[in-house]
């Protein structure tokens, strides 16, 4: 019982230490505009409700000029860690390779 809750305890700690270190947070990035885009990742982000598009093309525009100015957001406007964890685009993308999966297994019948 003991080992299960140093061994969460040390995950979470290790958790917030990359969240920290990866610095996206500093210019108000969530963790799903992070990934890489794939064909897959671009069909999910087309498939967004209207107001998430607009909040994630916002974020990542803020970021590219703060980027560019080599400065980052004021502290109370960074990412926490509870903001970076949800998890916008997920859902879309994991429907995205479903339906893929289910592509390719059709063409081979």
Same mark, same amino acid.
């Given at each position: 019982m003991a080992?299960?809750?140093v061994?969460?305890?040390? +995950?979470d700690?290790?958790k917030r230490w990359?969240?920290k270190?990866?610095?996206?947070n500093?210019?108000?990035?969530?963790?799903d505009d992070?990934?890489n885009?794939?064909?897959?990742v671009?069909? +999910?982000?087309?498939?967004l409700?209207?107001?998430?598009?607009d909040?994630?093309?916002f974020?990542?525009?803020?970021?590219?000029?703060?980027?560019?100015?080599?400065?980052?957001?004021?502290?109370e406007?960074?990412t /926490?860690?509870?903001?970076a964890?949800?998890?916008?685009? /997920?859902?879309?993308?994991n429907?995205?390779?479903?339906?893929?999966e289910?592509?390719?297994e059709?063409?081979?019948?």
């Open positions: 080992a299960k809750q061994t969460k305890g040390s +995950a700690l290790l990359l969240f270190t990866s610095r996206f500093q210019y108000g990035l969530k963790s992070m990934i885009e794939t064909d897959e671009k069909e +999910a982000v087309r498939r409700p209207d107001h998430v598009y909040e994630r093309a974020r990542i525009h803020r970021a590219l000029h703060f980027c560019m100015l080599k400065r980052v957001l004021p502290k406007e960074w /926490t860690v509870d903001d964890d949800n998890h916008y685009l /997920t859902p879309y993308l429907e995205v390779e479903k339906e893929n289910e592509k390719k059709w063409a081979k019948k």
